[in-house]
């Protein structure tokens, strides 16, 4: 680590460094990875000529190095990056001292890692997810373990927690370096389980419909705050009757409005806008009557798990601007065959395909 108790020497020394290294590989992209405990520092900036940044903390995704989550320490990194610069991830995948004897050990860096590839996949400026699997020469003695001696440390007779930890992180590599990284589409049960991982809380509001009907709205999970929910229109008729059901989607747009602090606030990163283009011979017939549009945001995990409702009242051919919905629990859930199929993976883009 480049360190010291004067931040602008830091800063002029990882300016030279990558002058260096540059002039032995020209055009080659140059990354630095911070430590998670120096990106808070009040003089804290980053070198404009480097393309890739990132940072490593080894511990909980919710309240880990500075008493900050991993969300923060992003959100934090792109206040600070110029427009060329790009993320990387850096997750945990390694034991030492006393997680050595802790049976359940690989299981809680499985929760982590899958975690902290949703944060990357619902991003699209990561450019890179580099585990640190942590080496060493065999023989010599370490409180340390790496990656690759996993399953021969945590094998219970059993079941081997360390070879199913290693298999999945060489999948993930596989899947990203294929460009078919498989989306973890965690639940909130699914991540680590400790006091700083915040209760559930889902968001989200329909702001606008243009005359032809193009929805623009958004979804957000406050205890996720990486998450680009799964979410789907439908649009009923004056009596309440479903006339449309839009295709199961996750949100996908990077929304200016969505700064505002009436709506999200800035405490986020990811892809939480979403827009909907209503079929017009959805609309057509139905041009002097009242429709209610409904924006349905499912949790990740349990398809089965009731959707978020929020409504807004339009007639075609007017544009609808609303104030802001409170959300509510819906007490109907959507058909089974609406949302059972599975959503593909995020692309590097951050859409998922239709369900």
């Not at 199913?164 to 989306?183: C, H, N, Q």
């Not at 990163?269 to 409904?294: D, M």
């Not at 051919?317 to 104030?323: C, E, I, V």
Request: aromatic letters at 12%; glycine letters at 8%.
């Amino acid at each position: 680590y480049i360190t010291g108790e004067v931040y602008e020497e830091i800063h002029a020394d990882l300016v030279w460094v990558i002058e260096q290294i540059k002039l032995v590989f020209p055009g080659k992209p140059v990354g630095v990875i911070l430590s998670g405990y120096e990106l808070h520092h009040r003089f804290f900036s980053i070198p404009e000529n480097y393309d890739w940044v990132g940072f490593d903390c080894y511990a909980n995704l919710f309240d880990s190095c500075d008493d900050r989550s991993f969300v923060e320490h992003y959100r934090h990194l792109l206040n600070h990056m110029q427009p060329h610069q790009r993320l990387m991830a850096v997750p945990e995948t390694w034991a030492w001292d006393a997680n050595l004897n802790r049976a359940d050990w690989p299981e809680i860096l499985l929760q982590r890692f899958r975690q902290h590839l949703e944060i990357a996949l619902n991003e699209p400026r990561f450019i890179a997810f580099v585990p640190f699997i942590w080496s060493i020469d065999r023989g010599q003695p370490s409180s340390e373990l790496g990656l690759e001696t996993f399953p021969g440390h945590y094998d219970d007779g059993v079941f081997n927690a360390g070879t199913a930890f290693r298999d999945y992180v060489l999948r993930t590599g596989m899947g990203i370096k294929s460009g078919l990284p498989e989306f973890p589409n965690m639940a909130w049960a699914e991540t680590e389980d400790i006091s700083a991982r915040p209760p559930r809380s889902i968001r989200g509001e329909i702001m606008s419909i243009t005359r032809d009907g193009l929805v623009s709205a958004w979804a957000f999970n406050d205890a996720l705050p990486h998450k680009n929910l799964r979410v789907q229109v439908r649009v009923r008729d004056p009596r309440g009757k479903i006339i449309h059901w839009g295709r199961l989607e996750r949100t996908f747009i990077h929304d200016p409005e969505l700064n505002r602090s009436d709506r999200i606030g800035r405490g986020f990163i990811g892809l939480h806008g979403y827009r909907y283009a209503i079929p017009p011979k959805v609309l057509g017939p139905h041009r002097e009557q009242n429709l209610t549009i409904e924006l349905l945001s499912y949790p990740d995990g349990s398809l089965a798990a009731p959707a978020h409702i929020y409504s807004l009242d339009f007639k075609p051919g007017l544009t609808t601007y609303s104030p802001l919905n409170i959300a509510f629990p819906a007490d109907d859930r959507a058909p089974a065959e609406r949302i059972e199929k599975s959503l593909p993976a995020m692309s590097p883009q951050g859409r998922a395909g239709s369900g």
